[in-house]
């Protein structure tokens, strides 16, 4: 669901793509539904390519985005109380995702995560897991 979703570097916000061009990709931004063009020179990441460091392994960001969902019921999250200090932001993000390097995810990459998960419920996004991923992940269990 992540797939068409992006995210770029220097504007604000997140941005679902429309189409392809030769040397440039059309996207709507969501929420204003203003459509702009970038380019080759912009730095542009879909949201399913973002993976949060654990211990262990990387996890999904779409993984963390359905934990999220799930444990606050598809409400969004509130900025101001979550985010006043440093300690609360982890502390919040311990709950999501117990398993997280708490050396390499800072402070400001929970406060950008908390950012795109209220912009994506706002504007109608509930699944955050395509279809396909569960099976991979099934596939790799039994490997």
Do not use: C
Request: charge should be negative.
């Amino acid at each position: 669901m992540l797939q068409p979703i992006l995210s770029i570097s220097g504007k604000s916000g997140l941005f679902r793509l429309i189409s392809r061009g030769k040397n440039t990709l059309i996207v709507e931004a969501i929420g204003t539904g203003r459509r702009i063009p970038t380019y080759s020179s912009d730095r542009i990441v879909s949201l399913s390519d973002i993976s949060i460091y654990t211990i262990e392994d990387d996890k999904p960001l779409s993984e963390v985005m359905e934990t999220i969902y799930s444990r606050h019921e598809g409400k969004q999250l509130d900025v101001a109380t979550l985010g006043k200090d440093n300690d609360s932001l982890r502390a919040f993000f311990a709950e999501v995702l117990p398993e997280y390097d708490v050396d390499r995810v800072y402070p400001s990459d929970i406060r950008k995560i908390i950012s795109w998960y209220n912009i994506l419920v706002d504007n109608g996004f509930t699944t955050f897991l395509s279809e396909e991923e569960p099976a991979e992940a099934e596939e790799k269990e039994n490997e």
